[in-house]
């Protein structure tokens, strides 16, 4: 049972049935309270109107209605609305009591798999607001709360909660594309701590925790073209829905394939062998879930098995497979550089699953997430791999000069870094002369 307290903590008088425990939190429309229900045995939170005028009573009766009306894991629940004890008391409404933290609280905690699984919770809700004939209109980490009670996978989905919805009101496909917005840029900044103007700016970059497929699924739903965004929260629900669905099944099909490719450990272990930056301990670290590098150069090495046997479709999805477990071991690790040497190499020898456009995208992905060499310990190193990077460039975009001249100098200025670091080292000096010697086709020099 709660700690009783008397009942004047409360600013305003209502039923001794509740208990007061502590202020919760403020805001423009109302005070909320901690409070024990005496009657029900339960803890409750308790929401007044910030003053007794008409406005603030229509927005709380407008909230109550709200929640009575669309019931959802993602929406607070209301259990009762109360009149005031005296004229000069205000309107009160007894809540579900979420004990947990605010969103902005816990972010760094959660996964990228959790946090768009949380997010997905969340448009569910809103979604059922829209069918209701509702818009929220203010979706922020600090109107969400997170809650620590239940920790299964199955719970973990639906930890997220609306709490405020004093500002809902009647939908309109103004206040539904603003919801919308609301929530991707939510996901955005979740997985990216970018806001939507700076996502504007680098369209193609993607950052450490943002997915290829996910950063379209955020564009789309960002979009200030009319023809390109969502137009319903159901067509927003249902990509999001898709990814979710598409990595646990990318999940099973891991350690499906791990238990039935017994003809491929041979060929891995070869190519362990013949490569001196692959790693020592594979096997070992194959068997760690919590391995994404391992796990993304078993399937790098199975995409290009399946290019070479010329199954395409199956090729490139398990390619799209290892560059997310690639994306996720150097979020987690950005200082390991022979994760970022592993996965360029398969970029570069991936001309059979993707096409040229495609790769140039993810070279400029992986230009940005490796960020300035002078970091890493082995700056040599470093350097060499970003000038193989803007090399590589230069190549695939052979018929764009100033492109080539542009990325064939950002190439010289890295492998000059790298024999300046290490100058007796032949396979830079080689990469200098190829760098010097590459023209375009238009025949730049």
Not at 223 to 250: A, I, M, T, V
Not at 305 to 314: C, E, H, I, K, S
Not at 354 to 362: C, D, E, K, L, V
């Amino acid at each position: 049972m709660a700690e009783a307290h008397p009942d004047t903590n409360f600013p305003y008088p209502i039923p001794a049935r509740y208990q007061c425990v502590k202020l919760l939190g403020h805001g423009g429309s109302g005070l909320v309270y901690k409070a024990y229900d005496q009657r029900l045995r339960r803890h409750v939170a308790i929401k007044f109107a910030r003053s007794p005028s008409i406005v603030s009573r229509h927005r709380l009766v407008n909230e109550a209605r709200l929640l009575s009306a669309v019931d959802h894991p993602a929406l607070c629940r209301v259990f009762d609305i109360g009149e005031p004890e005296t004229p000069s008391s205000s309107l009160f409404m007894v809540l579900e009591y979420i004990d947990g933290k605010p969103l902005n609280k816990v972010r760094s905690a959660i996964s990228v798999y959790e946090t768009v699984a949380m997010v997905k919770s969340l448009v569910d809700g809103v979604c059922r607001m829209h069918e209701a004939g509702y818009a929220h209109s203010d979706i922020t980490p600090q109107n969400i709360m997170v809650r620590s009670l239940g920790t299964s996978k199955k719970e973990q989905s639906k930890r997220a909660v609306l709490v405020d919805l004093s500002i809902s009101a009647p939908s309109s496909p103004a206040s539904i594309q603003r919801d919308i917005y609301q929530l991707s840029a939510l996901l955005l900044s979740l997985l990216t701590d970018m806001k939507p103007e700076q996502f504007y700016h680098h369209p193609i970059i993607s950052r450490p925790g943002l997915p290829i497929e996910l950063s379209r699924i955020i564009k789309r739903a960002l979009s200030l073209d009319p023809n390109s965004r969502f137009h319903e929260c159901q067509e927003f629900q249902k990509e999001l829905e898709h990814w979710l669905n598409r990595y646990r099944l990318k999940k099973r099909l891991f350690w499906f394939t791990a238990a039935n490719a017994a003809v491929l450990v041979v060929p891995f272990i070869l190519f362990l062998t013949l490569h001196d930056t692959a790693p020592r301990h594979f096997l070992e670290d194959y068997s760690s879930k919590q391995d994404q590098y391992a796990h993304a150069v078993v399937f790098a090495h199975y995409s290009q098995y399946l290019a070479n046997q010329g199954d395409r479709q199956r090729a490139t999805e398990q390619a799209e497979l290892s560059l997310d477990h690639f994306d996720h071991a150097i979020a987690n690790n950005p200082d390991a550089l022979r994760y970022h040497e592993e996965r360029t190499r398969f970029i570069l020898t991936s001309g059979q699953i993707f096409s040229h456009t495609q790769i140039t995208t993810m070279l400029l992905n992986a230009i940005n997430e490796l960020g300035d060499p002078a970091q890493f310990e082995e700056k040599p190193a470093a350097h060499y791999l970003l000038a193989k990077m803007y090399l590589a460039l230069a190549k695939l975009n052979n018929e764009h000069p100033h492109l080539v001249e542009r990325w064939k100098d950002s190439a010289l200025r890295s492998v000059k870094a790298a024999i300046q670091n290490k100058p007796n080292a032949d396979r830079y000096q080689k990469l200098q002369n190829e760098i010097s010697q590459y023209q375009s086709s238009a025949g730049t020099d």
